[in-house]
């Protein structure tokens, strides 16, 4: 079974702060996704890497930035947190761009305060 | 811009009813169809998935049935089970840029022993 986890389930940090999120696959997937998820409003795609630091924009890109710089971890980065960041964060792999499901992971509950 | 109407948003069915989920799309270019089914506390799970080669997709009590010109499919969830009880999303993603899998607003489905 793929296996995708994440750093944290829950996680606090204060406006203005640096936020690191990370997220590892064991199934040497080649991509990896990272959504948001709101109430209402599903799953919003962040960013995507298709390879080591490849990455492409999502849709909702602004106020964050990735890291890819091993095959199995893509780390999503917050540069300085704000209120409307705080969310459902949801990161994903997929085994190569010719294939179509995602595994996803457990999710980390981001409160910024 | 959701790209994908999920509706109802929540949905109570008594054991054993038939549970019905609906989704309409708006791109003609969307040929993968699939259905996440997410627990609290954890990430969505692919759950079945259909394209528009063919009108209906069965997998145990799960049943995708699609209508190409209408824009619209749907899961039908039989004899439903309290363990059904989740948070169910549809989605949607064309084959020229299966990256951007655009994600329904999730139905929340609560099946009452």
């Known amino acids: 079974d793929v296996k995708v986890t994440q750093s944290s389930r829950y996680l606090v940090k204060r406006t203005g702060e640096k936020v690191f999120l990370e997220c590892v696959q064991d199934?040497?997937?080649?991509?990896m996704f990272w959504y948001r998820q709101d109430p209402g409003l599903g799953l919003r795609l962040i960013y995507f890497?298709?390879?080591?630091?490849?990455?492409e924009k999502g849709d909702i890109p602004e106020g964050y930035s990735v890291s890819r710089e091993k095959k199995e971890r893509f780390s999503l980065i917050l540069e300085s947190a704000s209120t409307n960041q705080t969310s459902m964060y949801l990161c994903?792999?997929?085994?190569?761009?010719?294939?179509?499901?995602?595994?996803f992971g457990p999710g980390t509950r981001l409160t910024v305060l | 811009q959701q790209q994908v109407k999920q509706s109802p948003q929540s949905l109570i069915v008594q054991k054993g009813g038939i549970s019905i989920i609906n989704c309409a799309y708006e791109?003609?270019?969307?040929?993968?169809f699939p259905w996440y089914q997410q627990f609290p506390g954890k990430g969505p799970a692919l759950l079945i998935a259909?394209?528009?080669?063919?009108s209906e997709k069965k997998e145990g009590r799960f049943t995708i049935s699609f209508n190409k010109s209408a824009k619209q499919f749907s899961l039908h969830i039989m004899d439903s089970q309290p363990g059904d009880s989740a948070t169910y999303f549809c989605?949607?993603?064309?084959?020229?840029?299966?990256?951007?899998?655009?994600f329904g607003a999730g139905t929340r489905l609560t099946v009452k022993p």
């Open positions: 791109n003609t270019a969307f040929d993968y």
């Open positions: 994903a792999s997929r085994r190569d761009r010719v294939t179509d499901t995602q595994y």
């Open positions: 989605a949607a993603s064309a084959a020229y840029n299966n990256n951007d899998m655009r």
């Open positions: 199934m040497d997937h080649e991509n």
């Open positions: 259909i394209r528009p080669d063919v």
């Open positions: 890497s298709y390879d080591v630091k490849m990455k």
